[in-house]
């Protein structure tokens, strides 16, 4: 009735489509669903063979199977490109080896640009080849999500025509310049994100994002060259890194939240202790709430001589919930570094242990020292709820690190063992006796194996 107001979805028919008529239906799904539901239309459905192709959402990131080569998958988007009639593509994403068919790539990626194209992927890393496409992207007005991966990104003299509208910028295998960086914050006033991957790079990276109040996420990944960065930016919450350890310069950002430290080691420099380095970078990651990071930064967390005598590290993680730690060799680390850690994180309800591609080894100092000053001491852990070693092998050093947090982890609900699947990673069989134990002694801690 007209008199009869819908106030909830519930109330609404149940088949809207029924009242729809069948070239609008037809409209609908042809133009708004991505192109691999289109394309499953087209296969199954009598109605929608013929129907015309209009997808905003080219998304070609899935076409590759065991049952498509290389060039059956061109003449499927090639298809695609020619039967398109839509007035707009919104989105295209492309992951291909490029090597052979560049012409078509690029007519593509221009009729994509011809019809207001706002999120664009293009990955050539199959290659190995970074391609040279010869467009301009910096002078596309409507993009919002740039992913560039082996794929040449260039601002002509560092001054940009578009981008005012972009969110996401990733770049990989590109050539990054201190007067590009400076070009982009000063022109993409809405970015969200900045992402550099594997990029040609030198000295100083310096970021000043002082004035934007939108930029929350900075990823830099495997730059070798990078000696160090400054980053002016009040509004980041996101910090990812994965590399050799460098100097940092986080004095002006100040709301970070969460902070991925996947440092490596640095073999080249033989007699150099990075963990100094590391305890200079600390301050700028005490009021993260969630934290994943390698040993290299738990190394850290080691009694030292400063000024004549033994010092530990005076830094406290007030706000962290959440922590993940991921072990790889060659490491010193015990269940020692672990507990002095999280004696520094009193807020931390989530703990994640990742050996799947480590053992531990502890050495004289752990039975001389370390072990005997943790049977003595005293701590406790209020507020851990959850923990899961991932890569549980059944290490007599993995069962102490397992009776560790059901004795002190006052609040723990769960323990989760996830053992590798691949068999040859088992040191051996699991000690039922010992995990039974600790079932039977601490019954309100759930173990799973």
Request: charged share 25%.
């Amino acid at each position: 009735p007209k008199n009869k107001k819908i106030k909830h979805i519930d109330e609404l028919p149940e088949d809207l489509t029924v009242e729809l008529p069948e070239h609008l239906v037809e409209y609908i799904i042809s133009t708004y669903l991505p192109i691999q539901y289109v394309l499953q239309n087209h296969v199954v459905s009598k109605t929608f063979r013929e129907a015309a192709i209009r997808s905003r959402d080219l998304d070609f990131g899935r076409i590759y199977s065991r049952r498509r080569s290389q060039s059956e998958v061109v003449h499927i988007i090639e298809e695609i490109f020619n039967q398109h009639k839509g007035s707009e593509i919104n989105r295209f994403v492309l992951i291909l080896n490029h090597i052979g068919v560049e012409d078509k790539v690029l007519s593509w990626v221009k009729t994509c640009l011809s019809k207001n194209i706002q999120e664009l992927t293009l990955n050539f890393s199959k290659s190995k080849k970074v391609m040279d496409l010869s467009v301009d992207f910096s002078a596309i007005e409507t993009l919002t999500v740039l992913n560039l991966r082996w794929c040449k990104f260039e601002i002509p003299n560092n001054t940009p025509k578009g981008l005012r509208l972009l969110r996401t910028l990733a770049l990989m295998k590109s050539n990054v310049t201190p007067e590009m960086i400076d070009a982009i914050f000063s022109n993409c006033i809405h970015l969200e994100t900045l992402e550099l991957t594997r990029c040609i790079t030198h000295g100083v990276l310096s970021i000043n994002a002082h004035n934007h109040k939108k930029f929350k996420e900075l990823v830099l990944y495997c730059m070798p060259n990078r000696l160090q960065i400054i980053l002016d930016a009040p509004t980041l919450e996101c910090y990812k890194y994965e590399g050799f350890v460098r100097i940092l310069d986080f004095s002006k950002v100040d709301a970070l939240k969460e902070a991925k430290l996947h440092y490596i080691q640095n073999y080249n420099w033989r007699y150099y202790d990075s963990s100094n380095m590391v305890l200079a970078n600390m301050v700028a990651y005490t009021g993260v709430h969630v934290l994943s990071t390698t040993n290299i930064f738990l190394e850290a967390f080691k009694e030292r001589y400063i000024e004549g005598e033994m010092r530990s590290p005076i830094f406290k993680f007030l706000n962290l919930k959440e922590f993940s730690i991921l072990f790889k060799a060659p490491n010193l680390c015990t269940l020692y570094h672990i507990s002095e850690f999280l004696k520094r994180s009193p807020k931390v309800e989530k703990v994640l242990i990742d050996i799947k591609e480590f053992t531990f080894e502890p050495g004289m100092l752990w039975i001389i020292h370390q072990m005997s000053y943790m049977e003595s001491s005293n701590c406790e852990f209020n507020s851990i709820k959850e923990v899961t070693i991932d890569g549980y092998k059944n290490h007599w050093h993995e069962l102490d690190i397992v009776e560790f947090f059901c004795r002190h982890a006052k609040s723990l609900k769960k323990l989760k063992l996830i053992i590798p699947k691949n068999v040859k990673k088992r040191a051996r069989g699991l000690d039922y006796a010992r995990l039974d134990y600790l079932k039977s002694r601490f019954t309100g801690v759930i173990v799973e194996v």
